[in-house]
DNA sequence: AGTGCGACCCGAACGC
DNA sequence: TGCGTTCGGGTCGCAC
């Protein structure tokens, strides 16, 4: 799943890839996947360029000339860049065409992902970018913003990190790794989490993300961020998918239980 | 306001 | 082997 290390390690691929180049035609084979007026993506993306790739949270931000193209991979999203010659498989649902005859394919084989066309000055209004919360590593997140936004809170930890409204970027992988390693319990209330608790939340996130982005993510089950490039984060998860294996620092049995209906991973041990 | 849950999708895993 | 059923997961929208 794309989580906040999959998503820049996308941008970085594609900045590389698809900058400057003019696209001369957008095909949408999956209607349902644009969130803006479908004729008008295409007449607005053609003859466009992308200038710039940004990112907030999850959300990728192309930046073309008058516009932001908003796109969210959702749990499979990916994009390919290809030629124009190829033929189009099954999954991939939006293709932008460049002069150069390379094709930019979005492939997303649950149909989870979204697009979303705006205007500039419409980025700083939108909803999904303004009411993300504050990203791991970025100054604002502090343990007191943390502590406020759990008070009064009898959701579980582990689905308060899942909040993209508080902590932007983390989803189930991060979420699991940043609570192993600030040690504390996935199922504490929200409004049990001490001051030193959030304080190693601040922490563990800031750096496992930085070390995630370093290596490109994490690649699970079929997710490669694009290209073909490949995370080797994988490789440093202490719980995520470990259930039934040894925890890393005790050798205790790491357990998957269901929080709010999300897989969980933890050691009992080390997060008491 | 906070919380819970179905809907959106379809490949994989599972049951028989 | 093959068919039918269930499950998972990020986010939204609606019910309570």
């Not at 890839?17 to 349902?32: A, D, G, M, P, S």
């Not at 699991?176 to 319990?185: H, P, S, Y």
């Given at each position: 799943?794309?989580?906040?290390a999959?998503?820049?390690?996308?941008?970085?691929?594609?900045?590389k890839?698809?900058?400057?180049?003019?696209?001369?035609?957008?095909?949408?084979?999956?209607?349902?996947m644009?969130?803006?007026?479908?004729?008008?993506?295409?007449?607005?993306?053609?003859?466009?360029?992308?200038?710039?790739?940004?990112?907030?949270?999850?959300?990728?931000?192309?930046?073309?000339?008058?516009?932001?193209?908003?796109?969210?991979?959702r749990?499979?999203?990916?994009?390919?860049?290809?030629?124009?010659?190829?033929?189009i498989?099954?999954?991939?649902?939006?293709?932008?065409?460049?002069?150069?005859?390379?094709?930019?394919?979005?492939?997303d084989?649950?149909?989870?992902?979204?697009?979303?066309?705006?205007?500039?000055?419409?980025?700083?209004?939108?909803?999904?970018?303004?009411?993300?919360?504050?990203?791991?590593?970025?100054?604002?997140?502090?343990?007191?913003?943390?502590?406020?936004?759990?008070?009064?809170?009898?959701?579980?930890?582990?689905?308060?990190?899942?909040d993209?409204?508080?902590?932007?970027?983390?989803?189930n992988?991060?979420?699991?790794?940043?609570?192993?390693?600030?040690?504390?319990?996935?199922?504490?209330?929200?409004?049990?989490?001490?001051?030193?608790?959030a304080?190693?939340?601040v922490?563990s996130?800031?750096?496992?993300?930085?070390?995630?982005?370093?290596?490109?993510?994490?690649?699970?089950?079929?997710?490669?961020?694009?290209?073909?490039?490949?995370?080797?984060?994988?490789?440093?998860?202490?719980?995520?998918?470990?259930?039934?294996?040894?925890?890393?620092?005790?050798?205790?049995?790491i357990?998957?239980?269901?929080?709010?209906?999300?897989?969980?991973y933890y050691?009992?041990?080390?997060?008491?």
């Open positions: 799943m794309p989580e906040i999959e998503v820049e390690t996308v941008r970085n691929t594609l900045k890839q698809i900058l400057n180049k003019r696209i001369k035609n957008v095909k949408i084979l999956y209607e349902r644009i969130e803006s007026n479908v004729q008008e993506f295409k007449e607005i993306l053609k003859k466009n360029q992308f200038i710039d790739i940004k990112r907030r949270g999850k959300w990728l931000i192309f930046e073309l000339e008058n516009h932001y193209l908003l796109s969210h991979l749990m499979e999203g990916k994009f390919f860049l290809k030629n124009s010659n190829e033929k498989e099954k999954h991939e649902h939006v293709i932008f065409t460049f002069q150069d005859e390379t094709d930019l394919r979005y492939h084989t649950r149909k989870f992902g979204r697009m979303n066309l705006i205007k500039k000055e419409e980025l700083k209004t939108n909803i999904a970018i303004k009411k993300q919360g504050y990203e791991p590593g970025e100054k604002e997140l502090t343990s007191e913003y943390l502590l406020e936004k759990f008070k009064n809170k009898s959701l579980a930890i582990k689905t308060l990190l899942l993209q409204t508080i902590i932007s970027g983390l989803g992988i991060y979420a699991n790794e940043v609570l192993f390693a600030a040690k504390i319990n996935p199922f504490k209330k929200g409004s049990d989490i001490t001051k030193i608790e304080e190693n939340i922490e996130s800031a750096k496992i993300i930085k070390r995630a982005m370093e290596l490109g993510g994490t690649t699970i089950k079929s997710y490669t961020s694009s290209l073909g490039v490949t995370g080797r984060f994988q490789n440093e998860l202490m719980v995520h998918k470990r259930s039934k294996e040894e925890c890393n620092v005790c050798k205790s049995i357990l998957n239980e269901k929080i709010n209906g999300r897989s969980t050691c009992p041990k080390c997060q008491k």
